[in-house]
């Protein structure tokens, strides 16, 4: 299974050296839009396309290889649904939040570390442009950091 992590460009030394570690997210960073997670987690997606990221700046892009039965690897959706009533802080999987809706079928968690041996590719993701930006958010297109 490939999936992909994208990051700002100073975490691309440590991940290529460390591979991809779990963090518990915080209420520092914007990927608290999907809620806060009870367990150290890596973000990823199977889109592999900055479309939904709106800083303006270059992205790294990971692309990443998984087997579909790791135990550790949950989709954000069917993940949500299941603990959504034991975790304070997630949103309401049944929300017309279009954010939400979009990260519970392209979005997965990996509660644990990914070695760089899991690293397939890597690439620089040019910057879309703020004012690009916000005419895909206008239109629809959600946007997610994960970092």
């Keep these: 299974m490939i999936l992909y992590h994208f990051t700002a460009m100073e975490n691309v030394e440590a991940i290529q ?4 570690r779990a963090l518990l997210q915080g209420s520092h960073d914007s990927s608290t839009i999907l809620g806060t997670c009870d367990k150290p987690a890596v973000y990823l997606t199977d889109l592999p396309t900055t479309e939904m990221f709106h ?3 270059p992205m790294a892009r990971f692309t990443i290889r998984l ?3 790791d135990r550790k690897l949950k989709l954000y959706g069917l993940w949500l649904r299941a603990n ?3 975790i304070d802080g997630l949103p309401d ?3 017309d939040n279009v954010i939400v809706r979009r990260a519970m079928t392209e979005w997965w ?3 644990g570390d990914i070695p760089p041996s899991k690293i397939v590719e890597f690439t620089v993701e040019e910057a879309i442009p703020l004012s690009a930006s916000a005419s895909l ?3 629809g297109s959600a946007g997610l950091d994960c970092a």
């Design 109 to 111: 968690l990996y509660f």
């Design 55 to 57: 800083h303006g700046l």
């Design 93 to 95: 999987p049944d929300s």
């Design 67 to 69: 087997t579909s039965h």
């Design 17 to 20: 050296r460390d591979g991809l």
């Design 84 to 86: 959504y009533h034991r």
């Design 137 to 139: 958010t206008m239109g």
